[in-house]
């Protein structure tokens, strides 16, 4: 078993940034994959970004590409998700998941770990 807890989120405005947090413990060793989702009322999850553990590979959504920076530190099992310039069509809850098994990093179903979820918020 994977645990994995995110801290970080807020109210903010837009233009602001914020810095999300995923701390994973337990069976860390055999993750294969880290990636971030978020999911707004009313609407599916959907992904953010991602990192292959190994090579550190990162992949991001086109509507966060060039705004959001996932980065890691191996040494803590945790990944971070760096967020400029929020928008408020960024409003979520904000969830860490990681994976054991490859497959498409962006497809929610690929993860079976997932973290409680964190609330961003970004007023106009």
């Known amino acids: 078993q994977v645990q994995l807890v995110e801290s970080g989120g807020g109210l903010v405005q837009a233009g602001a940034s914020l810095r999300l947090s995923c701390a994973a413990s337990g069976r860390t060793f055999s993750t294969v994959v880290m990636g971030w989702f978020r999911q707004a009322p009313g609407k599916e999850r959907e992904f953010v970004a991602a990192v292959i553990w190994s090579g550190s590979t990162t992949y991001y959504a086109d509507s966060v590409k060039g705004r959001f920076t996932l980065s890691r530190d191996n040494a803590k099992n945790t990944v971070y998700l760096q967020m400029n310039s929020l928008k408020p069509e960024d409003t979520a809850v904000y969830y860490c998941?990681?994976?054991?098994?490859?497959?498409?990093?962006?497809?929610?179903?690929?993860?079976?770990?997932w973290g409680q979820g964190t609330q961003v918020t970004v007023s106009s």
């Open positions: 998941a990681s994976s054991d098994r490859g497959g498409g990093v962006s497809l929610a179903t690929m993860y079976n770990y």
